[in-house]
Each structure stands twice: as structure tokens, then as C-alpha cells.
Nanobody, 124 residues
Framework: QVQVVESGGGLVQPGGSLRLSCAAS????????MGWYRQAPGKQRELVAA???????NYADSVKGRFTISRDNIKKTVYLQMNSLKPEDTAVYYC??????????????????WGQGTQVTVSS
């Protein structure tokens, strides 16, 4: 019943910018934490940035000062603005949303949901 869809990935030159979007839809009761992860070939998936329902954000050291995470609670969307992109930023980026859903007249358990991933390639 919940769908999480990312968009905005693509090919960009070093030093360029890209904005990723992730929209959650369905019978959602509440949205809590939202975050972005990435996974490069041969590497483990890592947390890039996360934002709480209150707007508090955390970033991986490798992206601090370059990336900005934000959210729109009305649109149920989280964004990742990526500036000064480097080749090492190349990866598949995944959105993760921590939320609860409606189950009839009841609020279901708090669970997280993953998007399908979007490819970001930084190359000259």
C-alpha cells in the first residue's frame, strides 16, 4: 500500500549539481525519519543524509558542506540537493522512509520503506 519513488538521477560533470526527489504515497498515517543512502559497486550501502520529522539533519562527513537534505511534509517528499559533485559520489542512491500506515481504523506499526534507487554518475 506504500510506494516510495525516487527521481532526479542522471549524468553530471564534476563540480555540477543535481537534485534528487523521493515521494511517498499510500495510506500513510505518519512519517518519521527520512533519509538518503548510496551504494557504489563493490562497496557497502552507506548513509548519506537523514532528516527527522522536526527538521534536524545529519550528514556523512564526505558530503558535509556540499549536500543538503530537506523535506516537505505536505507533499510527503524528501529532497537531496547535491552540489560540487565529485566522481566518488557516483553510486545508486536510495531513499528510505520511516513511517506508519493506516490499517482500517488502526495505525499500523512503524516501519521503513525503500525506494527503487536512482543512478547518479559524476564523470567528465
Amino acid at each position: 500500500q506504500v510506494q516510495v519513488v525516487e527521481s532526479g538521477g542522471g549524468l553530471v560533470q564534476p563540480g555540477g549539481s543535481l537534485r534528487l526527489s523521493c515521494a511517498a504515497s499510500g495510506s500513510i498515517a505518519s512519517i518519521y525519519d527520512m533519509g538518503w543512502y548510496r551504494q557504489a559497486p563493490g562497496k557497502q550501502r552507506e548513509l548519506v543524509a537523514a532528516v527527522t520529522s522536526g527538521g534536524s539533519a545529519n550528514y556523512a562527513d564526505s558530503v558535509k558542506g556540499r549536500f543538503t537534505i530537506s523535506r516537505d511534509n505536505i507533499k510527503k517528499t524528501v529532497y537531496l540537493q547535491m552540489n560540487s559533485l565529485k566522481p566518488e559520489d557516483t553510486a545508486v542512491y536510495y531513499c528510505n522512509v520511516d513511517l506508519s500506515v493506516w490499517s482500517g481504523h488502526w495505525v499500523g506499526d512503524r516501519r521503513n520503506y525503500w525506494g527503487q534507487g536512482t543512478q547518479v554518475t559524476v564523470s567528465s
